[in-house]
């Protein structure tokens, strides 16, 4: 079945750095790929949604600023999240789509900024 | 406003049991409803959608539109069904997925 490979899975960096997260489509071409964001016990919210080539679309309240988010191939979306602080601490996860099939989603990236 | 809604943090039942995971939705279009599934450790997995129609791992969910309901259920619970269970509205055509809070899933022996 079709494979989304996220990483890295787990990530710890000091305040005011930045960190990339990559999300790989194994073996199909996710013209679509999507990113979420989960806070402890609560649900998954998206962040972004990215086609290949174009710039993302940020669900509201999301700064695209901070959470760079690139689509360059139909295989690979990264999310670079600039200058990150503790409340950007949460667990990331990406999800990719080809056209008119159901969402595969990565393993998730568990971000900790100290 | 779109909203997916789960009531239950925590649902406990002994194996055997009969389950039945709540999910109400709230979207003004025609909605389409996805259950997913998380096992310990593992990634979020499509358990079944409702255009299909389908029973996989001997759950169903049918669509509820006068109730806004799209709940899980199987007959009978097994151990190996413990995990977290979440309601998802897809959004239109963008391929967006609205998610509820999610449901965990204790299956006792």
């Known amino acids: 079945g079709a494979v989304v490979s996220q990483h890295p899975s787990r990530v710890i960096c000091k305040s005011g750095t930045s960190v990339k997260i990559e999300c790989r489509s194994l073996?199909?071409?996710?013209?679509?790929m999507f990113w979420y964001r989960q806070f402890p016990k609560q649900s998954l919210m998206l962040m972004a949604t990215?086609?290949?080539?174009?710039?993302?679309?940020?669900e509201q309240g999301v700064e695209k600023d901070k959470f760079l988010i690139n689509h360059a191939s139909l295989t690979l979306s990264t999310l670079t999240v600039t200058s990150a602080h503790p409340e950007d601490s949460s667990f990331y996860i990406c999800?990719?789509?080809?056209?008119?099939?159901?969402?595969?989603f990565g393993n998730g990236t568990r971000l900790t900024v100290t | 406003a779109q909203r997916v809604t789960q009531p239950e943090k925590l649902l406990s039942v002994f194996k055997g049991a009969p389950v039945e995971l709540k999910c109400n939705y709230s979207?003004?279009?025609?909605?389409?409803l996805f259950w997913y599934v998380q096992y310990s450790r593992q990634r979020l997995q499509l358990l079944l959608r409702?255009?299909s129609r389908e029973s996989i791992k001997g759950f169903t969910a049918d669509l509820n539109k006068g109730e806004t309901s799209f709940h899980l259920k199987k007959p009978f619970a097994q151990e190996e069904d413990s995990a977290m269970y979440y309601c998802?509205?897809?959004?239109?055509?963008?391929?967006?997925?609205?998610f509820g809070q999610g449901t965990t899933l204790q299956v006792k022996p």
């Open positions: 999800s990719g789509q080809a056209s008119n099939s159901p969402l595969h």
């Open positions: 073996d199909f071409q996710a013209t679509t």
């Open positions: 990215s086609n290949e080539g174009s710039k993302a679309t940020y």
């Open positions: 979207y003004s279009g025609s909605p389409e």
């Open positions: 409702h255009i």
């Open positions: 998802a509205l897809a959004s239109g055509n963008t391929g967006k997925l609205i």
